[in-house]
């Protein structure tokens, strides 16, 4: 059977002739060509296989960071910090949405970090439940202070912080828990308070009641100073304290791989 060459194959000859170039070896020259032309397809498929897996990957990592690691950071943040863990009870609501309603994002978190988040679960839930029952306590104990030193009455009793000689900000209750928890005198944490936010300027707490100043500094330490000694004794606030750098700890860590994989895109 004669052999039958593509036309782009007898174009070329036909030129070859016409332009009286040396004899060639048809046979190999046209196993030559057939051979680049397979290597050009298989290039050009492999470089579209390669851009499409290239786009998968893109759009996996960007369903990813917006439909869990975002939302799992903005969670993971009030493990994190202490206001936010004591003022907010914490919880791992998002984590455990993702595992009910998307099982498909879920199963592209790598396996160290969504085995973290289920470890992490039994400290979320009990700091959660300790900080339901210390919050209120917290709150009683304050008005049982206040109304002590005004026979019986709570009028509107307001902390408020003065810097450099002038009205910063009121000094809200919640820190008197807060600065508990952190170990921390209500002298200790009013200075760290001021020196985040200014340099070497002076400071000072007045005691206000409805629109009368009743004290400084010193009343201000003798009311934080009771519901501290309050704390000291009750067996909620202690493990609550005692949980929340654990909690914290392992928040930190969780935080960091997922920003890792964020970054990874």
């Known amino acids: 059977m004669p052999r039958i ?31 680049a032309g397979t290597l050009a397809l298989a290039s050009a498929t492999f470089l579209l296989a390669w851009n499409s897996f290239k786009e998968r990957k893109a759009n996996e990592a960007r369903e990813l960071a917006i439909g869990a ?27 455990t949405s993702l595992k009910r309603n998307d099982l498909r994002l879920v199963a592209h978190i790598p396996k160290p970090i969504s085995t973290q988040l289920d470890d992490v679960e039994p400290l979320v839930d009990r700091i959660g439940l300790l900080s339901k029952k210390v919050f209120p306590k917290v709150n009683a104990k304050i008005g049982e202070v206040i109304r002590e030193l005004h026979h019986g009455e709570w009028p509107v009793t307001n902390l408020r912080l003065m810097v450099a000689g002038g009205f910063f900000d009121y000094l809200r209750w919640e820190a008197v828990g807060i600065s508990w928890l952190a170990r921390k005198t209500l002298r200790e944490f ?54 929340l750098p654990k909690l914290s700890d392992q928040a930190k ?11 990874k895109g």
């Open 5 to 35: 060459y593509p036309a782009f194959l007898m174009e070329w000859l036909m030129v070859a002739v016409a332009l009286d170039l040396p004899a060639v070896d048809i046979p190999l020259t046209a196993q030559l060509l057939v051979a």
């Open 69 to 95: 690691y975002n939302p799992l950071r903005t969670e993971i943040s009030g493990w994190i910090e202490l206001e936010g863990a004591y003022t907010t009870p914490a919880s791992h609501v998002v984590w």
């Open 190 to 243: 009013a200075n760290d308070y001021v020196a985040k936010r200014f340099s070497g300027d002076t400071w000072e707490i007045e005691v206000w009641v409805d629109s009368t100043r009743v004290g400084g500094t010193k009343e201000a330490e003798d009311i934080v100073r009771k519901v501290h000694d309050f704390l000291d004794k009750d067996n909620d606030s202690i493990e609550l304290r005692d949980k």
């Open 253 to 263: 860590l969780i935080d960091n791989a997922i920003r890792k994989q964020l970054k």
